[in-house]
């Protein structure tokens, strides 16, 4: 995440609500304090999560029928790879991690990330 950039309040609210409901993964707590700021006064979005293994997008929402995009906080093991994403009510959709996170830190953070759905022509 960039220094100058600040954290969408609804991504911040997610991880609160998570992280209050134990459902949160460690690897993400790295930008707890920036998402914790702007997230304590903020209203809860209609989907808080999905989660992998090494990468989540925070406060997700629909694109359109190929993508989905949110806060990405990704590890770079994740970096180009297809991933299993679950909803906190454990729907299943299958997303592609941008192949640069690799190249941008151990673990980074994305503001309005789009991630392609896996199995669509142009990904």
Do not use: C, H
């Not at 920036?34 to 997700?60: M, Q, T």
């Amino acid at each position: 995440m960039a220094e100058t950039s600040q954290p969408p309040a609804a991504a911040g609210a997610a991880m609160l609500e998570l992280v209050r409901r134990d459902q949160f993964p460690s690897y993400g707590l790295t930008f707890f304090s920036e998402l914790k700021a702007v997230g304590k006064d903020a209203k809860l979005p209609p989907r808080l999560i999905l989660a992998s293994e090494d990468a989540l997008l925070l406060a997700p929402y629909r694109v359109d029928a190929a993508r989905w995009g949110g806060f990405l906080i990704a590890r770079a093991e994740a970096s180009g790879l297809v991933r299993d994403f679950y909803s906190e009510d454990g729907n299943l959709v299958q997303l592609r991690v941008p192949a640069d996170v690799r190249d941008r830190g151990s673990v980074v953070a994305e503001e309005g990330a789009v991630l392609p759905i896996a199995g669509f022509p142009e990904t």
